[in-house]
């Protein structure tokens, strides 16, 4: 069997320790692969093989070279798609269908972030005949990229794509439930003729080979996609440093759908939203709050479209939902089902192991209703197939219920009052928020939570504010106001 190794400098290599890990296949819990498993020695290596590619190639200095570099990038994303989407099917339990769909936004991430290279640009401040003020901006250097297991690929060229435009150089630690589409993305980005060193991945656990990236002295910015609590523990141990961090976490986010709505299309929406991906999204609206008059009909439609979600081999073009993750995620998940049915609630429907899927980490899809807003199943991040459902009484109760938990990722609105569409969106506590939109996103525009859901934002140009260093220039145009301190002694 092969061993998937580190990418460092250009060359793939097994750890300094010669340890590996093992990688399984969630469907059927077959022993898929052996992993190079990383630690302190192999982010050294990376970290300075990514040092001298910043200080010694053009890939800093040279935007239009990245913008070619990237673009064979994307271009390799889209001729390797099939093997992207059969070992992101088999590492991760993502349906194929859906797998599809995030292959193909891997390689748009790319192409666009190729024409953003070029278009790194400052502003000028300029006060006529006297002073001439403009801002640079400019690469930072080697950036720490911590990706979750959840559709990896595509969270992987979410960061390095921005990354690698702006002109830094990387070092990227995979999730370890997930590491091998990461392992393709290497062999693309070496094909794509980017330098040597550009490009780094290390694989390995949290603790052993995250950690001392996150630590490491020559690693000024960690862009972090995962749990609440890990991106807690990073920005403690970052802080010794004073690195620069990205936080993508958790999130709980509501859908709202009021009477008025179009209630076919936000049925559409809400199921498609929290049970696609497995129920493994980061933006999945995992609450439903429902007007109060339309609940008990629209619970109804909700739980049947539920009962009939099709769960199986994710190989399979029809399937809808596959395997969780990993065993120790379906006891988690299973764990706040108990808590919730323990709490009061009723787990209306699924929530089981479904018939005839006696290997793999199954789920049929759960449907919570009888909630209370302080029970766990509310206030946590489950992320796994499992929507609560409550109603509410007017605008001001549906924002308090919506705004009531810790995290601030995503916010759904249904509605077809244009006034209450915009008043609600911008009264919602959410990095983002849809409105009669399920989760349809332009690369342009800022991805990022608020409150426990993350810090900072990135996409379009926004990523620049992350990736980049802004130097403020003043240049005097002539002569100005110099106070002459000691010119004048007494
Ligand atoms: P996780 O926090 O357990 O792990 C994420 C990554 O961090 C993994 O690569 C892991 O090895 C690494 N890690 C763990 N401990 C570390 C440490 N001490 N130092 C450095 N690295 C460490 O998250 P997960 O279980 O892989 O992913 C699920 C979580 O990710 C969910 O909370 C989900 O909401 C979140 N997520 C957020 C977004 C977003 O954009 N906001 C997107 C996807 C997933």
């Known amino acids: 069997m092969r061993t998937w190794q580190h990418l460092i400098d250009g060359s793939w290599v097994a750890g300094v320790?010669?340890?590996?890990?093992?990688?399984v296949n969630p469907?059927?819990?077959?022993?898929?692969?052996?992993?190079?498993?990383?630690?302190?020695?192999?982010?050294?290596?990376?970290?300075?093989?990514?040092?001298?590619?910043?200080?010694?190639?053009?890939w800093a200095t040279d935007p239009e070279a990245r913008a070619v570099a990237l673009r064979r990038v994307a271009d390799g994303l889209i001729r390797r798609q099939a093997d992207f989407v059969a070992i992101e099917v088999e590492d991760t339990g993502l349906p194929i269908s859906q797998a599809k769909g995030q292959a193909a936004r891997a390689a748009s991430n790319f192409t666009f972030f190729a024409e953003m290279a070029t278009r790194m640009t400052g502003e000028t401040y300029p006060q006529p005949g006297r002073f001439l003020n403009y801002t640079v901006r400019r690469p930072v250097g080697v950036a720490g990229l911590i990706t979750p297991w959840n559709t990896p690929l595509m969270l992987e060229s979410w960061k390095v794509a921005p990354c690698l435009a702006s002109g830094n150089t990387c070092v990227l630690k995979p999730a370890e439930w997930s590491p091998l589409s990461a392992v393709l993305l290497g062999e693309v980005i070496t094909e794509a003729g980017v330098p040597d060193g550009v490009f780094n991945i290390v694989h390995g656990f949290g603790e052993t080979?995250?950690?001392?990236?996150?630590?490491?002295?020559?690693?000024?910015?960690?862009?972090?996609?995962?749990?609440t609590s890990t991106g807690q523990s990073i920005i403690r141990a970052g802080a010794e440093r004073l690195k620069r961090f990205s936080m993508e976490l958790g999130g709980k986010s509501p859908v709202v759908v009021f009477s008025d709505a179009d209630q076919e299309r936000a049925l559409d929406a809400v199921v498609f939203g929290v049970y696609s991906l497995n129920g493994e999204r980061c933006t999945a609206g995992s609450r439903?709050?429902?007007?109060?008059?339309?609940y008990p009909q629209f619970v109804e439609r909700l739980a049947r479209r539920v009962a009939a979600i099709r769960v199986g081999d994710p190989s399979d073009a029809r399937t809808e939902v596959g395997p969780l993750i990993h065993p120790e995620h379906l006891g988690r998940v299973q764990g706040y089902l108990a808590a919730?049915?323990?709490?009061?609630?009723?787990?209306?429907?699924?929530?089981?192991?479904?018939?005839?899927?006696?290997?793999g980490n199954f789920l049929t899809p759960a449907l919570i209703t009888e909630v209370r807003p302080n029970m766990r199943i509310v206030q946590e991040e489950v992320f796994g197939p499992v929507l609560v459902a409550m109603p509410f009484h007017g605008e001001e109760e549906a924002l308090a219920l919506a705004n009531s938990v810790r995290y601030g990722l995503a916010g759904y609105v249904w509605t077809n009052d244009l006034?209450?569409?915009?008043r609600f969106a911008q009264a919602l506590h959410a990095g983002m928020v849809w409105v009669n939109s399920q989760n349809v996103r332009d690369l342009r525009t800022p991805f990022g939570g608020a409150k426990d859901s993350g810090i900072g934002r990135e996409g379009g140009h926004y990523s620049f504010d992350f990736y980049t260093e802004t130097t403020s220039v003043q240049v005097a145009l002539g002569p100005h106001a110099i106070p002459k301190f000691g010119a004048d002694p007494v």
Not at 41 to 52: F, M, N, S, T, Y
Not at 419 to 422: F, I, M
């Open 27 to 58: 469907a059927t819990g077959a022993h898929l692969a052996d992993v190079a498993e990383g630690t302190a020695e192999d982010v050294d290596l990376a970290v300075g093989a990514a040092c001298r590619a910043f200080e010694q190639s053009d």
């Open 340 to 359: 919730a049915r323990q709490e009061g609630a009723t787990v209306l429907v699924g929530g089981e192991r479904p018939p005839g899927l006696e290997k």
């Open 17 to 23: 320790q010669g340890r590996t890990f093992k990688t």
């Open 288 to 294: 439903v709050l429902i007007e109060d008059r339309i």
């Open 419 to 422: 006034t209450r569409a915009h």
């Open 209 to 227: 080979a995250g950690a001392p990236l996150v630590v490491h002295p020559q690693v000024p910015l960690i862009s972090f996609t995962g749990e």
